[in-house]
């Protein structure tokens, strides 16, 4: 098997993500400083699976921004999510005004709060925090084309407290200057 080895610069914290597994359709772990980074990899490598396991251990807060929002097993776990009383906020690119099938809709009408970012070219963000503590980020985009067709990667970082406060204060940076959505 050969090693990937991957430098990532995460909001001025440098990481290094190594795994002994081939690259496409495959998960690793590595242990960091007291926490953890799980590596996935599409296409079909449980990007999707990843996402969804993770945002239904959300107890209290699941904050989401996002630049293509399309899947519907991710939108169904952010309901879930709601319905279990998690304070849900999703901030999306201006483009999922106009996107075929966007989970914006659907969030929105399931009174998730939902906002639009159109102060950028693009608002290229893929990421969620989930109570504070754990970090989801990475080039894949919340879509099943992500999923099936696309090489992407994510990241699952938990126990990296000063890094998911850089991420949190992004996002409210974003949020700050968001709009709602309306349908």
């Known amino acids: 098997m050969r090693p990937i080895a991957r430098i990532l610069l995460l909001a001025a914290a440098s990481l290094l993500v190594s795994c002994?597994?081939?690259?496409?359709?495959?998960?690793?772990?590595?242990?960091?400083?007291?926490?953890t980074i799980t590596a996935h990899f599409s296409p079909r490598g449980g990007c999707t699976d990843a996402i969804v396991a993770t945002i239904g251990e959300a107890r209290q807060t699941l904050d989401i921004q996002a630049y293509s929002f399309t899947s519907v097993p991710i939108a169904q776990a952010v309901v879930a999510a709601?319905?279990?009383?998690v304070k849900v906020r999703a901030v999306l690119d201006k483009s999922q005004r106009t996107e075929r099938y966007s989970s914006a809709t659907f969030l929105k009408n399931h009174d998730v709060p939902t906002y639009i970012d159109d102060q950028h070219a693009i608002a290229h963000n893929k990421?969620?925090?989930i109570d504070g503590q754990t970090l989801i980020t990475g080039s894949f985009n919340f879509s099943k084309a992500a999923e099936e067709n696309n090489a992407e990667n994510l990241l699952v970082i938990r126990g990296n407290p000063e890094l998911i406060k850089q991420y949190t204060a992004n996002f409210d940076k974003h949020l700050a200057h968001s709009e709602s959505y309306k349908p």
């Not at 998960?27 to 007291?34: C, D, I, L, Q, R």
């Open 20 to 35: 002994d597994r081939p690259a496409t359709g495959s998960a690793g772990s590595t242990a960091t400083n007291g926490g």
């Open 127 to 129: 990421i969620m925090v």
């Open 82 to 85: 709601k319905s279990r009383g």
